[in-house]
């Protein structure tokens, strides 16, 4: 409840004001979900549970095909918008592969086989914590749609390569977090290509946009081409 107050309050300042009020926002949440945790009689059910932030990513990724798409409305059918718009309709499709082809179903599996007060902590680690900064990380790469389609002849700026990388990396980087918090599996290749993604695009600033999104859809292919056989639930859990 306390959280919910800050971030009304929040709501009532100006931007610069605002931040800091949804900043104290956040802390106050992630102080609750640690203290909660740690407290003994919470009954995660665990289908319910991991469905529903699920449900969470998949909106998350919607609303960046919407954003995506009300900028590509706005502007000129130029080729540049046509291979920009492509790249990140290709771009979220394999974000959603990376999630939902065997990570989902891995987590599930590995938090229904803990019990008790263990359950409760692990499930607050990998969902209600890491699953946080994966949601920002969509929120950064539809910020960097919106500017990439908006202006899709513009070379790529340094605010839209870091909201690029950036996401994609708090993306990449909080899916193998929630993995290895659920089962020990630490997803080496997932780590490597999305430190080496975000990296790459620092040297795309004053280029072509579709540049920048053609190395981060590299990047999600790489790692599709890594974990393409953890998709069978056989080599998955």
Request: charged share 10%; with cysteine.
């Amino acid at each position: 409840m306390l959280g919910l107050g800050v971030v009304t309050i929040g709501t009532l300042m100006e931007p610069p004001q605002r931040v800091w009020w949804w900043s104290a926002a956040i802390v106050f949440d992630l102080a609750a979900g640690y203290i909660g945790g740690k407290a003994q009689g919470w009954d995660v059910r665990v289908k319910h549970f991991v469905e529903r932030h699920a449900l969470i990513v998949i909106i998350a990724l919607g609303e960046s095909l919407i954003v995506a798409a009300s900028a590509v409305g706005g502007g000129d059918r130029s080729s540049s918008l046509i291979l920009a718009g492509t790249l990140a309709l290709l771009l979220t499709c394999l974000l959603w592969w990376t999630y939902f082809s065997w990570v989902r179903e891995h987590l599930e599996h590995h938090l229904a086989h803990v019990s008790g007060a263990h359950r409760t902590q692990v499930g607050r680690d990998a969902f209600s914590f890491l699953h946080f900064p994966l949601v920002c990380g969509i929120i950064g790469i539809a910020v960097a749609f919106e500017k990439i389609l908006g202006h899709a002849d513009d070379p790529v700026t340094l605010p839209v390569a870091a909201a690029l990388g950036g996401g994609t990396l708090l993306y990449l980087g909080a899916t193998a977090a929630a993995v290895w918090r659920t089962s020990g599996r630490v997803l080496l290749p997932r780590i490597a290509v999305s430190v080496a993604a975000a990296v790459a695009l620092v040297f795309t600033v004053g280029y072509a946009p579709s540049l920048a999104l053609a190395v981060v859809v590299a990047a999600a292919l790489v790692v599709a081409a890594f974990e393409w056989r953890l998709s069978d639930p056989e080599h998955s859990n």
